[in-house]
């Protein structure tokens, strides 16, 4: 049996699943937003919660509202912080431990990537493990299911040097899934560069425009945002930016920032 332990908790978010939950129903309470449809997957943040937590909320909140319609799996796509490698690491996971108890791992759609596109996808488990962009969505998702009553199927994928473009196309023939890229915005620059440096990244992901992204997108997750690009292309999805901060709003000074955003894709 394989467990994803926690590895950022008390780091990123507190391991006391009282002052967390405190925490979220605090950041639930102040995200207000009626999006008006069904979300078919998303963008969210991954840095410390006291810095980016109210905009991965938005993110949250929009797939709180619809939960029970979303598909059985959820697939976070995150770049890879930690490690050098080929291919996109697969998290093939019985269980991820978060604060609120386990969340249940999509084994056997993750063996079977690895089993049909081993050119593309590896079980190789050294870059998931303490990877912050995959274990910061995880809070956040237990939160909403134990308050729904529901459990869904949660699969990590890792990139580290792969064809995006290729990836998007083989993961939009999966069914019964649905998203989450985990992607902070433009590090460290004053605050008045970053936001319009993260202006110019978020106008290229909203053009859908891959060569644009390429080009201008500044985003630690800009790899894996392309690769739902593909997906959302192929699907005829349209994103929708739901809110920007950066750190010098929240928690941080201003002279040394990191951009997040929340969006969706309808």
Not at 183 to 195: G, K, Q, R, V
């Given at each position: 049996?394989?467990?994803r332990?926690m590895?950022?908790a008390?780091s990123?978010?507190?391991?006391n699943?009282l ?14 937003l009626d999006i008006?449809s069904?979300?078919?997957s998303?963008?969210a943040?991954?840095a ?13 909140k ?9 598909p059985?799996?959820?697939i976070?796509l995150?770049p ?9 690491s697969v998290g ?14 999509a084994?056997?759609?993750g ?5 049909e ?10 870059p998931q493990l303490?990877?912050?962009a995959v274990?910061?969505?995880l809070?956040?998702l237990?939160?909403i299911?134990d ?14 040097q792969?064809?995006?473009v ?11 899934v ?6 902070d915005l433009?590090?460290?620059l004053?605050?008045?560069?970053a ?5 110019f990244?978020l ?5 859908q ?10 985003a630690c ?6 690769s739902l690009?593909v ?7 349209k ?11 929240t928690?941080?000074d201003?002279s040394?920032v990191?951009?997040?955003s ?5």
């Amino acid at each position: 049996m394989k467990i994803r332990p926690m590895t950022v908790a008390d780091s990123f978010y507190s391991w006391n699943p009282l002052v967390l939950k405190n925490m979220l129903e605090e950041f639930f309470a102040i995200a207000k937003l009626d999006i008006g449809s069904r979300p078919k997957s998303a963008v969210a943040p991954h840095a410390g919660y006291i810095y980016s937590g109210i905009v991965a909320t938005y993110t949250y909140k929009a797939i709180f509202q619809y939960l029970e319609s979303l598909p059985s799996t959820i697939i976070i796509l995150a770049p890879s912080h930690y490690a050098i490698f080929e291919g996109v690491s697969v998290g093939i996971f019985d269980y991820l431990e978060t604060p609120f108890g386990k969340l249940y791992g999509a084994v056997e759609l993750g063996e079977r990537l690895v089993k049909e596109y081993p050119e593309l996808f590896t079980s190789y488990l050294e870059p998931q493990l303490p990877e912050h962009a995959v274990e910061t969505q995880l809070p956040f998702l237990k939160y909403i299911f134990d308050k729904r009553g529901v459990e869904k199927q949660i699969l990590p994928l890792v990139f580290g040097q792969v064809d995006v473009v290729k990836v998007g196309e083989i993961l939009s023939k999966l069914d019964d899934v649905f998203f989450i890229v985990s992607s902070d915005l433009s590090h460290y620059l004053p605050y008045d560069e970053a936001i319009k440096r993260d202006k110019f990244t978020l106008e290229a992901f909203l053009s859908q425009d891959i060569t644009k992204i390429v080009e201008v997108a500044d985003a630690c997750g800009k790899w894996p945002w392309v690769s739902l690009t593909v997906i959302s292309l192929l699907k005829k999805w349209k994103p929708m930016l739901l809110k920007y901060l950066n750190s010098g709003d929240t928690a941080g000074d201003k002279s040394r920032v990191v951009g997040y955003s929340s969006v969706i894709y309808v």
